[in-house]
C-alpha cells in the first residue's frame, strides 16, 4: 500500500524551514528519500533503516519513527536549489523493492 | 560512466501499436526496475529484476513485459498502446540502498 506524504505541496521564503512527513500502515523495513526536479529523473538524498537513526545529508536530514511507521524529513535555512519534488520510497523487507508516496512539491523563493 | 540510459527520450504511438523501451546501465548492478510517472503523480513499480534471467511483477504490470538476457540491458515492451500508458517511463538500476535513474522515455499514446 502506498505511504502517505503531508502536505502535498509547500512553500516556503529562502531560508525557512520545512518539515515532509511520510507514514505507512504497514511495518517499515527502510524509507528512502528522492528529490525530483521538474523533468528530470529522481535524485537518491538518503537511506534509513529500522531502528530509529537519524541521517544527514548537507542541510537536509530525516528521522524514522519505528513505532508510528513514519519518517520526517527536515530541510533547514531552505535555498533556492532546495525547490522540487521529494517522494518517500517505503520498504516491507530486506530486499529492494520500494514504494513511493505520492510527493511533496516544494517551493523555495528568494 | 554514462550511468543508465534510456531511449528513446520521447514517443507518440497510436492506440494498438507496440513498442520498446530500451535501457542499459553500465554500473553492473543486479537490480533493475521500471516505474511510470502519470503526471503530478508518484513513481508506480511496474516491473523489476533482482539479477540476469530473472524478473517479476510490481505493482501495474498489465500491458507490459519485460527480458533481462544481460546484467546490463532491461527493455520494457508495450503490446497493444492504449490511452492509459500514456505516462513518463523511468528506468532505474541499484546495487544497495541508492537507486539511479535514466532521464526518463515521455511517451504519448493517441
Known amino acids: 500500500q502506498q505511504p502517505v506524504q503531508s502536505p502535498q505541496a509547500v512553500i516556503l521564503r529562502e531560508g525557512e524551514d520545512a518539515v515532509i512527513n511520510c507514514s505507512s500502515s504497514?511495518?517499515?523495513?527502510?524509507v528512502h528519500w528522492y528529490r525530483q526536479k521538474h523533468g528530470e529523473a529522481p535524485v537518491f538524498l538518503m537511506i534509513l533503516l529500522k531502528g530509529g537513526e537519524q541521517k544527514g545529508h548537507e542541510k537536509i536530514s530525516a528521522s524514522f519513527n519505528e513505532k508510528k511507521q513514519q519518517s520526517s524529513l527536515y530541510l533547514t535555512a531552505s535555498q533556492l536549489s532546495y525547490s522540487g519534488t521529494y517522494f518517500c520510497?517505503?520498504?516491507?523487507?530486506?530486499?529492494?523493492?520500494?514504494?513511493f508516496g505520492g510527493g511533496t512539491r516544494l517551493m523555495v523563493k528568494p | 560512466n554514462a550511468g543508465v540510459t534510456q531511449t528513446p527520450k520521447f514517443r507518440i504511438l497510436k492506440i494498438g501499436q507496440s513498442m520498446t523501451l530500451q535501457c542499459t546501465q553500465d554500473m553492473n548492478h543486479n537490480y533493475m526496475y521500471w516505474y511510470r510517472q502519470d503526471p503530478g503523480m508518484g513513481l508506480k513499480l511496474i516491473y523489476y529484476s533482482v539479477g540476469a534471467g530473472i524478473t517479476d511483477k510490481g505493482e501495474v504490470p498489465n500491458g507490459y513485459n519485460v527480458s533481462r538476457s544481460t546484467t546490463e540491458d532491461f527493455p520494457l515492451r508495450l503490446e497493444l498502446a492504449a490511452p492509459s500508458q500514456t505516462s513518463v517511463y523511468f528506468c532505474a538500476s541499484s546495487y544497495g540502498a541508492e537507486a539511479f535513474f535514466g532521464q526518463g522515455t515521455r511517451l504519448t499514446v493517441v
Open positions: 504497514k511495518a517499515l523495513y527502510s
Open positions: 520510497g517505503t520498504g516491507y523487507n530486506a530486499g529492494n523493492m520500494l514504494t
